[in-house]
């Protein structure tokens, strides 16, 4: 399974991803879900993926592979409209393809979310379904999700706002995070975080989380510890 959560604020955009895969529990591996095409001063694209891994790596290869070609890619779209409806024809294309081969009982479905920036335009977040169809962040829903969503949703929304600064977002998204491999076995680390700052058009500041990275061990610590003594604190119940 997978957690990958993303956030389009007023001032830059965060984007959080585990690395966790699973056939079983006895089967896990370790593959990266976050992926950048950045051209400097021009534009910065990030593509998150969810759902079966065989399709999603399919989709990414297609899209890494015209991007050094004369065909539209994400490097020569003129819009993050136009990269989020190229992102979406490609999945199609792999899904139509993948699912004539007559497996039964496939699931060739994925997911993924496209956020950045293109010269010309605002930061813009998409979330891009299996179908090939894609919905847009907004002021009032600044972020999206993919994958095992519901343990990491609440602390999001009773948090976040589209005025949020960038390094609040970065605090709750890895909260989020922590919420959901508490919870879900399948989800888990090591994690990659990228934030991007608005305007900037280049690659953002990425950074790799494991479970030795002492800054992530001390917000999941503190905010355990918090949850802990903010519930000793509650009334009691007057029946």
């Known amino acids: 399974m997978t957690y990958c959560v993303a956030m389009r604020l007023e001032s830059g955009m965060v984007f ?6 699973n056939a079983g529990v006895d089967h896990i591996a370790t593959f990266r879900k976050m992926f950048t095409f950045v051209q400097p001063g021009q534009r910065a694209i990030v593509l998150m993926s969810a ?10 290869s297609l899209l890494r592979t015209r991007a050094n070609s004369d065909l539209p890619n994400l490097m020569n779209c003129a819009s993050l409209y136009d990269a989020a409806e190229l992102v979406g024809r490609t999945v199609r294309e792999v899904v139509t393809r993948d699912a004539g081969q007559e497996q039964t009982g496939v699931d060739f479905g994925c997911t993924f979310i496209l956020g950045g920036q293109i010269q010309g335009e605002e930061m813009r977040l998409f979330h891009i379904y299996s179908e090939g169809n894609f919905i847009e962040s907004t002021q009032d829903t600044p972020y999206f999700q993919i994958g095992e969503l519901k343990y990491g949703k609440p602390i999001i929304d009773r948090v976040i706002s589209f005025q949020s600064s960038v ?7 890895l909260i989020s995070m922590d919420s959901t491999i508490r919870s879900n076995l399948s989800v888990g680390l090591p994690l990659d975080l990228l934030s991007y700052e608005r305007d900037a058009f280049n690659a953002g500041s990425r950074y790799d989380i494991d479970e030795n990275h002492p800054g992530y061990k001390a917000l999941r610590e503190g905010w355990s510890q918090g949850l802990k003594g903010t519930f000793e604190t509650l009334p009691e119940i007057v029946w």
Request: aromatic share 0%.
């Open 16 to 21: 959080l991803a585990d690395s966790r895969t």
């Open 51 to 60: 759902g079966n891994l065989a399709t999603t790596q399919s989709v990414i």
């Open 167 to 173: 390094d609040q977002a970065i605090k709750c998204s």
